[in-house]
């Protein structure tokens, strides 16, 4: 969406890194229309990413 005309559905759905990367925070719209704001812990991330590869490879 350009700049004039940002899209009401998905303003700004791409990850961000905040609070020198400990977190990621990214805004989905929900069916209902309300927007939801997802602030994720990046160590719970990693250990998720970890956890799954290591259980790919046994």
Do not use: I, W
Not at 6 to 13: A, G, I, Q, T
Not at 30 to 57: E, F, I
């Amino acid at each position: 969406m350009p700049r004039e005309k940002p899209s009401r559905l998905h303003p700004d759905p791409h990850p961000h890194f905040v609070m020198n990367g400990r977190y990621v925070v990214c805004t989905a719209n929900n069916a209902d229309g309300h927007m939801d704001l997802y602030v994720t812990p990046v160590d719970q991330l990693v250990k998720m990413t970890v956890c799954a590869s290591s259980s790919r490879s046994r």
